[in-house]
């Protein structure tokens, strides 16, 4: 690209010292064909400039400014020479449209050929070096003078101006920047840190609210993200200052981990081809390591009396010297990281040298302490940005699998992960069973069930302790194991992060496991947010159990345990709309105990309720996994058959009579038995409202009581019968 600028400017150049002073000259039969020429091409040149208006210059290059300055040059020139009064308007809007279309760096050299440009035309006016331009005389010096300066200056003096007016332009275009919402990238099932924050995409973004939301919570996270570079940047300079001072072999800025019991290698400047620089160091391992604990630092020049390798090289180097100096944070006297340098010369640092070490951990000091600030105020304000949402989102569940779905979804989008799972406690068998994967499952399955108490499971812990972890490291963990069996290394996560869903009790209901390949994902910041949100689902949770007891109580009979009369009416509506809506046959079973005020009179309400919790069950054992029964009042039950004809519905209707008839009821040392009779009505042959159907099935069933009870009677037959007069028996 360098190259094909400069073959582009060279013959601008040319146009601009030589073919300039030329043109003035040209033949008289070749000058307008010339200067129509020019014209049409400094026309053309402006328009190709100028086509890409979404640019920040629409002029990018300093070939492209150097080629739009060499046409309006040649212009000027043919059109007057160098004369003031005919040029100086054309030199002004020369630089205006060089000056406002160009890179402000341009203009400066838009300046400088222009005075190169006078200064040739001047040259050539004096001695004629160009052919066919012979020297002449100048008669009045000072007005020709004036006449090709003023321009020049006139244009210099705009360019200036230009200059400092664009000088503070980029301030304001980064004010309106601020004001423009930033596009969210797309949404995927695996969001890394950076994307976790943002848990909308633009297209999902409905109302104000959430835009403005949906903004501010991106630009959180840049400025977060800018804040980190910054402390990287802070570090990457600091260190490079100090091998330049020390002359070092290698020179390394150590940043402390979140969880704070680690050294991340964060900046390196070296001559080793063997530097790790993946190097993780725990505190009080090592040469580095200890020095975590030496307030005055470490120096020595003779490294080789220290037992063990340097860890953040892959192989032996010959380091003879090192000095390592503490970067703390001076308001809580925390360790922030380390200073180090190395040299393979004996004796290769001094107490000079320590003195000064001790001056660039100040300085590092104070800037990572204000780069972390802000980074800090900026995750917290992200975080409870996060925490309002999805507080918001499960406060508006009223149901059990509304608020897991809201969690899965808030968790996914909050946190890095390559797996989510959820344990459920199996009361039935005391353990623990995976009951929902999401993500890479690895060799984990859906059922699998495990002994939380086994003291080596990190999942069975959470069940215990009811508490809360973070595991760092876990693939070269031996102590414990992610369940109750041991798995191959390469198939254990790296980072873990799990929580437990607690009940109203405060029992442990189920347990939430986060899971990453990668390390250094999960730190006590995200434990904490983990365990808030977490806190919020068991009061949702709590609210949902709420609600739907309440719900069951209100459409379920308490006796049978089936829907009640309320739930029948909304059942039957919501069927007969669909069956409407899609033109498919519903029937309607409506039936009644035979002699049922018999029983209670004779054996005693207990045992009539036992007769209506029998009928009830065998009622749900003989249909459809797609019917309804509910209590419609009394002994009285109903079937709701959906997409059953009225072929359908004899099949089903006399396998529920006989299910009845078959029941054996034990009272004292007598078995009883009931059978019922029942009346059916199907849409939309016997009625197409459902009352109608309603209706219709009751006369039917008054049929099978006349008819001599414990049978089943069908409108479309008892229509056509006198009233009070059942068909025959099927």
């Known amino acids: 690209m360098a190259i094909l600028n400069a073959l582009q ?30 014209l049409v091409a400094e026309a053309l040149l402006l328009l190709f400039l100028t086509r890409a208006a979404d640019t920040q210059y629409r002029i990018a290059s300093f070939a492209q400014a150097v080629w739009l300055f060499a046409f309006a040059w040649a212009s000027i020139h043919m059109l007057g020479g160098i004369q003031f009064r005919m040029n100086l308007t054309i030199a002004f809007a020369t630089a205006a449209l060089i000056g406002t279309q160009a890179h402000p760096v341009h203009s400066v050299y838009i300046i400088l050929l222009t005075i190169a440009g006078a200064i040739s035309v001047v040259t050539n006016r004096l001695y004629g070096f160009l052919p066919g331009t012979p020297p002449s005389t100048i008669q009045n010096i000072p007005e020709f003078v004036f006449s090709v300066f003023f ?43 950076k994307e976790s924050v943002i848990m909308t995409a633009e297209h999902e973004i409905a109302d104000p609210n959430q835009t403005s939301q949906h903004f501010n919570r991106v630009y959180l996270a840049n400025q977060g993200d800018q804040a980190l570079k910054d402390m990287k940047d802070i570090l990457n300079t600091v260190v490079y200052f100090m091998s330049r001072n020390f002359k070092a072999y290698t020179s390394l800025g150590f940043l402390v981990s979140e969880l704070g019991d680690k050294l991340t290698l964060n900046a390196v400047v070296t001559k080793s081809r063997n530097l790790n620089y993946e190097c993780v160091i725990e505190f009080g391992k090592g040469v580095i390591g200890s020095a975590v604990n030496k307030p005055a630092g470490f120096i020595t020049g003779n490294l080789r009396s220290y037992t063990g390798d340097l860890e953040y090289y892959s192989q032996p180097e010959n380091i003879n010297s090192m000095m390592i100096m503490r970067v703390m944070d001076n308001q809580s006297k925390r360790i922030q990281g380390l200073l180090v340098v190395d040299s393979e010369n004996m004796r290769a640092f001094t107490d000079e040298h320590k003195e000064l070490m001790y001056r660039f951990t100040q300085i590092a000091s104070a800037m990572i302490t204000s780069a972390k600030l802000t980074y800090q105020m900026n995750k917290v304000a992200i975080q409870a940005d996060l925490q309002y949402e999805i507080a918001k989102k499960l406060s508006e569940s009223l149901k059990v699998e509304e608020v897991i779905d809201v969690l899965t979804q808030s968790l996914m989008r909050t946190f890095e992960h390559d797996r989510l799972i959820i344990v459920a406690y199996n009361s039935a068998t005391a353990k623990g069973a995976v009951w929902r994967i999401i993500g890479d499952p690895g060799n984990i399955t859906e059922g699998m069930e495990f002994d939380i108490h086994d003291n080596r499971s990190l999942y069975g812990s959470v069940f215990r302790n009811r508490r809360s972890v973070v595991s760092q490291g876990f693939r070269v963990e031996q102590r414990f194991v992610r369940f109750d069996r041991e798995e191959p290394a390469e198939m254990k996560p790296q980072d873990i992060l799990i929580a437990p869903i607690h009940d109203d009790r405060q029992a442990v209901w189920a347990v939430v496991g986060l899971e990453s390949n ?14 808030t949100i977490m806190a919020n689902v068991t009061t949702a949770l709590t609210k949902a159990r709420m609600y739907t007891e309440m719900e069951k109580l209100a459409t379920i009979d308490g006796l049978t345990q089936i829907a009640n009369h309320r739930k029948f009416q909304d059942i039957m509506t919501m069927e007969l709309e669909r069956s409407q809506r899609y033109n498919t046959p519903m029937t309607l079973l409506l039936m009644d105990i035979d002699h049922f005020k018999k029983f209670n009179d004779t054996y005693g ?5 036992l007769v209506l919790q029998m009928v009830a069950k065998a009622l749900q054992g003989s249909i459809r996994n797609t019917d309804y029964c509910a209590r419609y009042g009394g002994e009285e039950f109903v079937v709701v058959l959906i997409q059953a004809d009225e072929a359908q519905s004899r099949i089903l209707a006399e396998r529920i009579r006989k299910a009845v008839e078959s029941l054996q009821i034990q009272n004292d040392d007598k078995i009883l038995r009931v059978t019922v009779s029942i009346g059916s009505a199907t849409f939309p042959f016997d009625g197409s409202t459902k009352q109608e159907l309603i209706d219709n099935s009751d006369k039917s069933m008054y049929a099978s009581k006349q008819g001599g009870r414990n049978r089943v009677s069908f409108f479309s037959e008892v229509k056509h019968t006198p009233a009070g007069i059942a068909p025959a028996p099927h």
């Open 9 to 38: 400017i060279v013959p601008a150049l040319l146009l601009v010292l030589v073919g300039a002073p030329m043109l003035p000259v040209l033949p008289a039969e070749h000058y307008e064909a010339t200067l129509m020429g020019v």
């Open 605 to 609: 309400h207990p045992v009539g309720d």
């Open 518 to 531: 990668r390390g250094g994902v999960y730190s006590q910041s995200e434990l904490q947010l983990l365990k």
């Open 151 to 193: 321009p020049v200056v006139s244009v210099t003096l705009f360019q200036i101006v230009l200059l400092g007016f664009k000088r503070g332009k980029p301030v304001v275009r980064q004010a309106q920047a601020a004001e423009v919402p930033v596009q969210a990238p797309p949404s995927n099932d695996r969001p890394t840190p």
